[in-house]
């Protein structure tokens, strides 16, 4: 806790060399299952549909203590031989991640740009880049450095400490310090609020580690429920520097296969913005809207989204099906989220014996009140008149990757084959700015055209070696801020850990 209460608000660079300074002397591995394992999602969605696993999964980090306790209880149980795997193949990981020391090291390469989509599994790194990283884990404290080095990227900006953290438990609740890759939300391809397509916002978050249900019999109904809040800084090159990002999100599990979520983020305070008591209370009960309450330009406390979203999930003779939405507001009318864009898909499995293919179709639309039509309003969705560079972090989104006046239509297919390797494809129908205005403060605001996109990818692991091999496609008619036409392009992906 020192090394905390010693750290200016938001330094974080000092504070994770401070911790990787003493990670070697308390001992490695995450208390958590990342955005980016795409493989133990998937088990995870089968255990959930049969009801082994009971807590909320549709936010992520996804706390191992969530889930831990449903798993161990489902060893002495007789389950089917698909359940099996997947709970072995938990299990497996959970003893691996719990080791007290590992370090890794990752290379990729790839011949463009490939990072224009991206979606539930994926990385937010630059196409090129290598990292090293150590991972410590005690009874209470865990702990990452990561350094990584981002070959085609904006000046001062190739060394990063991305995906590096310091957390502590405190009883059911876990304070972690640091850069973590964030989902909100039960999409695949995309999520409205909190996504991995930009880079993690360093700060500061809170999580419940188990998700018990409420002891009050009023609130026991919900079931067993989850909540993430976290602050962050934004960069310090904006129209509006160093300005906060905040969040909280809370999940319910009423039924077995039924789970509901409410999220919130907001942009608050930065240079020349007031950060004071008062501003904070507005921003909390939602008196953020100009000409309520003497509100103008000036003393606005900040920019707000939020929404909901409603996963339904159940078991089924071949594996499982699920469906979901996601809305979220970009506005308030009546204490509700108002002007909303949104997610909704279906996603399943078919099990073959040992062979398992997921799949998934989603469509997103980023056109403020999209889903009504009529009330379209065009440069609206991630914009704001004080924070000009609008909800985005280093130029890209941080919710969907499509970023504002888009639509998107995606078909998901995993191949999982009973060696453990996997394939992937993934194939979208975008339509870019539709309207063809301008987005304020994004480099992508060139990024316009309708077409599709395919990629492919094979993944394998080889002890401690975990490769991905694949190749991208993106039709001409998609004119993207990096290139005058389309992509097509292959890469390579490798990560060794002992």
Do not use: C
């Given at each position: 806790m020192l090394i905390g209460q010693r750290c200016k608000a938001f330094s974080l660079s000092a504070c994770l060399l401070a911790a990787g300074a003493v990670a070697p002397s308390i001992a490695s591995a995450k208390p958590w299952i990342g955005p980016n394992e795409l493989d133990l999602r998937h088990h995870i969605e089968l255990l959930s549909s049969t009801g082994i696993i009971t807590a909320p999964t549709t936010q992520w980090p996804l706390m191992w203590g969530s889930i831990l306790p449903d798993l161990k209880r489902a060893q002495a149980r007789n389950i089917s031989a698909l359940e099996r795997q997947a709970l072995d193949d938990l299990l497996a990981r959970f003893e691996q991640e719990r080791k007290p020391f590992s370090a890794s090291i990752e290379l990729a390469h790839s011949e463009q740009e490939r990072r224009f989509l991206t979606g539930f599994g994926d990385s937010n790194n630059a196409p090129e880049y290598g990292a090293v990283s150590a991972e410590f884990m005690s009874s209470s404290w865990a702990?990452?450095?990561?350094?990584?080095?981002?070959?085609?990227?904006?000046?001062?900006?190739?060394?990063?400490?991305?995906?590096?953290?310091?957390?502590?438990?405190?009883?059911?609740?876990?304070?972690?310090?640091?850069?973590?890759?964030?989902?909100w939300g039960a999409g695949w391809q995309s999520s409205l609020l909190l996504s991995n397509n930009a880079r993690p916002v360093p700060g500061i978050s809170l999580q419940r580690n188990r998700a018990h249900e409420f002891e009050t019999p009023l609130l026991s109904w919900l079931g067993p429920w989850q909540l993430q809040a976290?602050?962050?800084?934004?960069?310090?090159?904006?129209?509006?520097?160093?300005?906060?990002?905040?969040?909280?999100?809370?999940?319910?599990?009423?039924?077995?296969?039924?789970?509901?979520?409410?999220?919130?983020?907001?942009?608050?305070?930065?240079d020349g913005r007031d950060e004071n008591f008062?501003?904070?209370?507005?921003?909390?009960?939602?008196?953020?809207?100009?000409?309520?309450?003497?509100?103008?330009?000036?003393?606005?406390?900040?920019?707000q989204l939020a929404g909901f979203d409603v996963k339904m999930l159940w078991a089924t003779p071949w594996g499982n099906q699920g469906a979901y939405i996601q809305h979220i507001g970009e506005d308030e009318s009546g204490y509700q989220p108002s002007r909303l864009t949104h997610?909704?898909?279906?996603?399943?499995?078919?099990?073959?014996?040992?062979?398992?293919?997921?799949?998934?179709?989603?469509?997103?639309?980023?056109?403020?009140?999209?889903?009504?039509?009529?009330?379209?309003?065009?440069?609206?969705?991630?914009?704001?008149?004080?924070?000009?560079?609008?909800?985005?972090?280093?130029?890209?989104?941080?919710?969907?990757?499509?970023?504002?006046?888009?639509?998107?239509?995606?078909?998901?297919?995993?191949?999982?084959?009973?060696?453990?390797?996997?394939?992937?494809?993934?194939?979208?129908?975008?339509?870019?700015?539709?309207?063809?205005?301008?987005?304020?403060?994004?480099?992508?605001?060139?990024?316009?055209?309708?077409?599709?996109?395919?990629?492919?990818?094979?993944?394998?692991?080889?002890?401690?070696?975990?490769a991905e091999v694949g190749y991208i496609k993106v039709d001409d008619g998609l004119q993207l801020y990096n290139y005058d036409h389309g992509i097509e392009s292959a890469f390579i992906e490798a990560r060794y850990r002992w």
């Open positions: 702990g990452e450095l990561r350094l990584s080095y981002d070959i085609p990227d904006a000046p001062r900006e190739h060394r990063r400490l991305d995906g590096s953290y310091l957390a502590r438990a405190f009883g059911n609740w876990g304070v972690t310090l640091g850069a973590i890759d964030r989902w976290f602050a962050g800084q934004l960069e310090g090159e904006r129209a509006v520097p160093g300005a906060k990002l905040l969040g909280m999100r809370i999940a319910v599990k009423p039924a077995q296969w039924l789970e509901i979520a409410a999220s919130r983020t907001a942009q608050w305070g930065g008062s501003s904070f209370k507005d921003l909390m009960l939602g008196n953020d809207n100009r000409g309520d309450g003497g509100l103008t330009q000036e003393n606005e406390p900040g920019n997610v909704v898909g279906l996603n399943g499995l078919f099990a073959i014996e040992e062979h398992r293919l997921h799949w998934f179709l989603e469509r997103t639309q980023t056109t403020a009140g999209a889903l009504i039509g009529s009330n379209e309003i065009s440069n609206y969705v991630y914009e704001h008149a004080i924070y000009k560079n609008g909800y985005r972090y280093k130029g890209r989104a941080i919710g969907a990757s499509i970023d504002n006046d888009s639509e998107l239509d995606t078909l998901g297919l995993d191949w999982m084959l009973p060696d453990g390797s996997r394939w992937s494809l993934r194939y979208s129908d975008v339509a870019l700015n539709i309207d063809g205005g301008g987005r304020k403060g994004s480099p992508a605001s060139r990024s316009q055209g309708e077409g599709n996109t395919l990629e492919i990818s094979y993944s394998q692991q080889f002890g401690g070696l975990n």
